[in-house]
């Protein structure tokens, strides 16, 4: 699975040093690459647990491949919204759109909760739910650290991801990850396939049991609403085209195929 996501400006990335390690566009320089960037990690304060777990880390092959070759990732296909979500759910845009009203349905409390308290219709959520991750039916095979290194390592991407990589770092480092913990090819993490930096940034403990936990769904879509509505979502106005709430969306994923799929969806699922 392969997101678009624009990276929103951390207040992680304040600590992250000014300079970068250099980019690269071969899979044999990847050791050299890690060595660069454990120097700005340690700079950054990721300690022993974190570096060893940047030495440890592998290129993974599948997130290289999507680098390397951007078309053919499902967000470069046509703009009929209804299209792009029958091929990214491997169903139709129909039962998506069902499967979306049905979640809403049977978790009304935490829905509703979310959007007191951040102003985000359950529509949004839902769907980007069920983009990202099949409504946690599938979170990823790809090690976080290992994704995340390798994007912030390749020539394309650099250097707007390496805060990700080395957030990432810090979640190992402080146990919030393992250095085997699962996630996207891009080192997105649980339910919502946050980015470690952004789940730094916005995470929240949704479900009150005192830890903010990406892989706990009611946690990640809170942390998600709380991303949007603190990037200047506007409880109760329009998102369609057009409309600044539509705008804000990009903050989560910038591919206007994504986003015109999340209205279309949300639009239809209601809350």
């Known amino acids: ?55 440890n ?51 009304p409390k935490t829905f509703s909760s979310i959007e007191q308290n951040f102003g985000v219709p359950a529509g949004i959520l839902a769907t980007i739910w069920g983009l990202e991750t099949s409504w946690g039916g599938y979170l990823g095979g790809t090690s976080v650290v290992d994704g995340a290194v390798t994007l912030s390592s390749y020539c394309r991407r650099h250097p707007r991801f390496e805060p990700h990589a080395i957030a990432a ?27 470690a930096g952004n789940w730094l940034e916005y995470q929240v403990d949704g479900n009150g049991d005192g830890v903010a936990d990406p892989y706990n769904a009611v946690d990640a879509l809170a942390s998600a609403a709380n991303m949007l509505r603190r990037n200047g979502w506007q409880p109760g106005q329009p998102f369609g085209e057009g409309t600044p709430n539509y705008n804000v969306l990009s903050v989560w994923n910038d591919s206007g195929n994504y986003l015109r799929a999340i209205v279309y969806s949300a639009q239809r699922a209601g809350s």
Not at 75 to 100: C, M, V
Not at 174 to 192: D, I
């Open 1 to 55: 699975m392969r997101r678009f996501i624009a990276a929103a400006c951390l207040s992680f990335c304040a600590t992250v040093p000014a300079y970068s390690a250099e980019c690269i566009t071969s899979k044999g320089a990847f050791a050299q690459y890690k060595q660069m960037l454990a120097g700005q990690a340690a700079a950054s304060g990721v300690g022993q647990r974190g570096l060893t777990a940047l030495q």
């Open 57 to 107: 880390a592998r290129l993974s092959n599948i997130t290289w491949r999507f680098e390397s070759n951007p078309g053919n990732q499902t967000g470069t296909l046509q703009g009929d919204p209804a299209k792009f979500l029958a091929k990214r759910s491997g169903s139709t845009a129909e039962s998506f759109i069902n499967q979306t009203r049905n979640k809403i349905a049977r978790n």
């Open 169 to 195: 770092l810090d979640m190992v480092d402080s146990g919030v990850l393992s250095p085997s913990t699962k996630g996207g090819p891009s080192g997105e993490l649980g339910h919502m396939q946050f980015l």
